[in-house]
């Protein structure tokens, strides 16, 4: 896979997440997939995350996403990007600038994202 395929799955990924479609992440998301939340640094299984998306429990309003840098490693990449968001829980809404990190791997014959973190750019 080259780069700029790699960059793809992290544009699907925020595409899924706009458009709320909890059956587009878990087709993107390993089984064991985990996301660190960039605000309270929680982590949550991919599955309860997916669920909490297509719920609209969490509403990611806009995501734009800046500059990106792939490393590749064999059947798994690690991508560090940046990307400006506007998030919804509930009736909060919190604007944030962040630094994240996904690792995507081969699974099942594609690639994958098995985790994502984001940390807020102060």
Do not use: C
Not at 11 to 26: G, I, S
Not at 86 to 112: C, L, N
């Amino acid at each position: 896979m080259s780069d700029a395929e790699i960059r793809s799955l992290d544009r699907a990924f925020f595409d899924a997440l706009l458009a709320a479609d909890a059956a587009a992440l878990r087709e993107l998301v390993t089984d064991d997939f985990v996301i660190v939340d960039v605000g309270s640094g929680n982590v949550t299984p991919g599955s309860a995350f997916a669920d909490a998306v297509g719920a609209k429990v969490v509403t990611f309003e806009s995501i734009e996403a800046g500059e990106s840098a792939v490393r590749r490693y064999g059947t798994a990449a690690i991508v560090v990007g940046s990307t400006r968001m506007a998030i919804r829980f509930g009736p909060d809404r919190i604007e944030v600038h962040s630094r994240y990190t996904h690792v995507a791997v081969q699974d099942r014959g594609r690639w994958r994202l098995a985790s994502a973190q984001g940390t807020p750019i102060r």
